[in-house]
Nanobody, 129 residues
Framework: EVQLVESGGGLVQAGESLRLSCAAS????????IGWFRQAPGKERERVGC????????YYVDSVKGRFTISSDNAKNTVYLQMYRLQTEDTAVYYC??????????????????????WGQGTQVTVSS
């Protein structure tokens, strides 16, 4: 059974950092991609970034590029989202999800979200001003 568990969320002040973890089980991360998403209250879910398990390449949306870093520890089947210089606009529930290894770059638009079949329960990140 595929399972993803996020952790590491919390309350921080603007400008501070936070690291989220996504622990995966039930599959070998090398063969998959892990995407990070977030959803703020009253807003639609949006993509944050993605890492390919086979290539180790990470991709980011423009709003977090240069502030967020996605990395993985394949031995631990864990993916990390390191967030620096957090802003109040980063407040959201953060989710990780798994997809086939090419998903980071192969899918676009709504197909991107549909490609991720297994999701974690989410972890709350709140950034205060």
């Amino acid at each position: 059974e595929v399972q993803l568990v996020e952790s590491g969320g919390g309350l921080v002040q603007a400008g501070e950092s936070l690291r989220l973890s996504c622990a995966a089980s039930g599959f070998t991360f090398d063969d998959y991609a892990i995407g990070w998403f977030r959803q703020a209250p009253g807003k639609e879910r949006e993509r944050v970034g993605c890492i390919s398990g086979s290539e180790g390449s990470a991709y980011y949306v423009d709003s977090v590029k240069g502030r967020f870093t996605i990395s993985s520890d394949n031995a631990k089947n864990t993916v990390y989202l390191q967030m620096y210089r957090l802003q109040t606009e980063d407040t959201a529930v953060y989710y990780c999800a798994s997809a086939e290894s090419s998903a980071c770059t192969y899918y676009t638009g709504p197909y991107y979200y549909e490609a991720f079949g297994s999701w974690g329960q989410g972890t709350q990140v709140t950034v205060s001003s």
